[in-house]
Structure formats: C-alpha cells, structure tokens
C-alpha cells in the first residue's frame, strides 16, 4: 500500500513539474489537478472499499473454516453412527438367528411332550389292565387257598377230600369249552 502511494505522489509531482514548466496554461492546469485530486480521492474510497471487503472475505473464510470443522465434525458422527448401526444390525441378526434355536428348540420339546404324555396314557391303560387282572388272580389265589387248606384239614382228618368248588369265572372270560361243561352239569 505504502508503494503505491509513494509512486503516486511521485507521479503526481512529476505530472505538476511537467506541466508547470512546459508552458501548459493555468486553467488546463488546474483541470488536470482537479482531476488528479478527483482521481486520489476515487483511489482512497476504493482503498477503504478493498478494505472493508478484504474484512468481509476474511471474515467469510472464517464461516467457511467453522462451517469445514463442523462438516468434519458431522461426518466423523456419521461414520460412528454407521459402524454402530453395522454392529447393532449384526448383533440384531445374531439375537435372530438364536431365537430361531430356541423356537426349534421349543417345537421339539413340544413334540417331546406330547409324544410322552401319549406314551403315558398308554402306560396308564395298561396299568388300570395290569391292576384289573391282578385283582382277578388275586381272587383266584384266594379260592386255590381255600381249596389247598380244606384239602389240607381233609387229609389230616383222613377223610375223602371234598369237592372242591367250582371258580366262577366272568362271563367274559369263559370260553366255548367251560360254557359247554356249565350246560351239561346242569
């Protein structure tokens, strides 16, 4: 800046001695002082311009600098945000993945269960079958008992054995030859 105003106040003086010594008449002098001073003080305005705007600029660069550090600021949350995002997703996939186990797991224990209850009611059917016949030999055994001791008392008495009574048998567990033999004792 110092330069500049240095060569034009050097010019500014040579063109006033050019002028002055050549003979150039006072009015046209003066014109072109005038003009010189108009043109100085256009230049000084444009300074002060170039100044303020050099102000402006600088304090945009500025904007531009904060507005650069928040855009990196943004992007590294971004990044972040996307890498969590990639290990939530796998670890939502992999929470998936074991519920599917587990709801695999759940049909074949279901399965398990259902299948060992039916096995159960089996069991059951063939208890109360097991019961009811030993409840049925229980009372035959009962009947051959009898029978033993009253052949027993017989011996010992050396009597001739007694009849022994006939076991009545269910209905349903007389077969054709034991009907037949019913019939033609009676």
Avoid: Y
Wanted: charged content about 30%.
């Amino acid at each position: 800046m110092r330069m500049k105003t240095i060569a034009m106040t050097m010019a500014t003086g040579c063109a006033l001695v050019m002028l002055t010594g050549c003979g150039v008449p006072k009015e046209e002098f003066e014109a072109k002082v005038g003009e010189l001073n108009t043109a100085w003080t256009e230049n000084e305005s444009l300074k002060g311009k170039i100044t303020d705007l050099e102000s402006l600029l600088n304090a945009e660069k500025a904007k531009v600098s904060a507005s650069r550090i928040e855009l990196e600021d943004a992007s590294t949350r971004i990044a972040a945000s996307q890498k969590k995002e990639a290990e939530t997703s796998s670890a939502l996939a992999d929470e998936k993945a074991k519920v599917a186990g587990l709801e695999k797991e759940l049909a074949t224990s279901k399965s398990a269960t259902v299948s060992a209850q039916a096995g159960a009611a089996a069991l059951e059917a063939d208890l109360a079958k097991l019961q009811d016949e030993h409840k049925k030999l229980q009372v035959r055994f009962e009947q051959f008992d009898a029978n033993m001791k009253a052949l027993d008392n017989a011996a010992q008495q050396g009597v001739a054995a007694p009849k022994a009574a006939p076991v009545a048998k269910p209905a349903a567990e007389k077969s054709a030859l034991d009907i037949l033999n019913d019939m033609g004792t009676k």
